[in-house]
């Protein structure tokens, strides 16, 4: 392995039926690969097999199957797995597996840090420094699986969701690499409905997505007006409201989904009060959409406070007698920092906050 090796970890299976006939190969090659890789998760070269002595020498040679380097993992008392992984330079993303009773989900990153500045999430008080490559993103699946098999764990991956480091749709090839490679059945073969992807509210990536990879949509409304909303998601001074809501619509009857799923974040005294409530069922009934309430998840230097429970059954109560399927989110693997929003990693930020907002490293100095 050198540095030029390129690295075959999150290559789909037309890339490396590219690769394989670009080195004189049969593109079948390919797919004996892919098994090897996504279905078995061995990296070396020379356990595979079924290759040809000859091949596995030059794969040995000039491929390279590389996964993340861990820098930490923490276990909480619910059973939630965090790994930090290195993303150069000092640098740390996060990957959280969340075990329930009938799934394991991994939360992946899609960035170093983020860009969005969304004024509750960590990751966005961080700043943002770049985009990960597909090999970044398919590599916490790998690392995750291969981990939770060798200490036996008896739920493996079965969903994957696009909520850890990052705004996914700000990186659209590589995340739609990485889900090329998830939901073929060559690799993991997870279906598109184990796959989600949740972002801020890109609109032009939103209908990208829905002409690219029938995915899960999550979506991060977080306020039912704009004038809220452009202080939660500064993004949305770019795409309001009424240009998310249709993007979410026709995403749908485009995909196939059933639905979208809108995540709002409970803080209390900002976005919880019963006539948000209100405004959010006017904005969602009728409609192919369900709700996520998500308690706030405080991290070091945030100003908000997380609504009761009693205010967040009641809001749920509202939507719910709308008819708008709503469930509140169990706070997971809070006592590692791993529940949403509160993954920071360690990110060098290299921009300015977008939309004039300030970070909290600016605040503090
Ligand atoms: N960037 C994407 C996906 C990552 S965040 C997005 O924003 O959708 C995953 C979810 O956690 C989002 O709905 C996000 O708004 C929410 N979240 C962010 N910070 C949070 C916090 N401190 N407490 C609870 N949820 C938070
Ligand atoms: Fe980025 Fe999502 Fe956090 Fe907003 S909530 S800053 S989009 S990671």
Redesign the pocket.
């Known amino acids: 392995m050198t540095d030029a090796a390129v690295n075959l970890v999150g290559k789909s299976r037309t890339e490396l039926e590219r690769l394989f006939v670009a080195m004189g190969e049969k593109p079948f090659r390919a797919r004996q690969v892919m098994r090897w890789l996504y279905t078995r998760r061995v990296l070396d070269p020379q356990a595979m097999t079924d290759l040809s002595l000859a091949l596995r020498e030059r794969l040995t040679a000039s491929a390279d199957f590389r996964l993340p380097e861990v820098l930490a993992r923490e276990r909480a008392a619910d059973g939630v797995i965090k790994w930090q992984l290195a993303a150069g330079h000092g640098q740390a993303i996060e990957t959280v597996f969340i075990p329930e009773d009938s799934r394991g989900t991994l939360?992946v990153s899609?960035q170093v840090g983020?860009a969005?500045n969304?004024s509750?999430?960590?990751?966005?008080h961080q700043g943002f420094n770049r985009n990960l490559d597909a090999g970044e993103i398919v590599g916490q699946v790998i690392l995750a699986a291969r981990e939770l098999a060798a200490e036996d764990h008896e739920r493996a991956v079965t969903n994957v969701?696009?909520?850890?480091?990052?705004?996914?749709?700000a990186n659209l090839r590589p995340l739609l690499e990485a889900v090329d490679v998830l939901t073929d059945d060559l690799a993991f073969g997870l279906s598109r409905r184990r796959v989600t992807?949740?972002?801020?509210?890109l609109v032009p990536q939103i209908r990208k997505l829905a002409d690219a990879a029938r995915v899960a949509l999550?979506?991060?409304?977080?306020a039912p007006d704009d004038d809220l909303r452009n202080e939660l998601?500064p993004i949305n001074r770019r795409h309001p409201i009424a240009e998310l809501l249709p993007a979410c619509w026709e995403y749908v009857r485009k995909t196939n989904t059933k639905d979208v799923t809108f995540?709002?974040?409970?803080l209390q005294g900002v976005n919880d009060d019963l006539s948000h409530a209100r405004k959010l069922a006017r904005l969602l009934r009728n409609r192919p959409a369900k709700v996520?309430l998500?308690?706030?998840?405080?991290?070091p230097g945030?100003d908000?406070r997380?609504s009761s429970a009693a205010q967040v059954d009641a809001f749920r109560d509202i939507l719910m007698r709308a008819g708008v399927m709503t469930i509140t989110?169990r706070?997971r693997g809070d006592d590692i920092a791993a529940?949403?929003?509160?993954?920071a990693g360690r990110v060098n930020n290299r921009v300015s906050a977008p939309l004039g907002s300030k970070t909290l490293g600016e605040r503090l100095s």
Not at 120 to 124: D, E, R
Not at 161 to 169: N, S
């Open positions: 939360c899609s983020c969005m969304c509750f999430c960590a990751t966005g969701v696009f909520m850890g480091m990052g705004e996914p749709l992807v949740s972002t801020s509210g999550a979506v991060s409304l977080h998601v995540e709002y974040v409970m996520n998500i308690p706030f998840n405080p991290f945030s908000y997380r989110r706070t529940a949403c929003g509160q993954l």
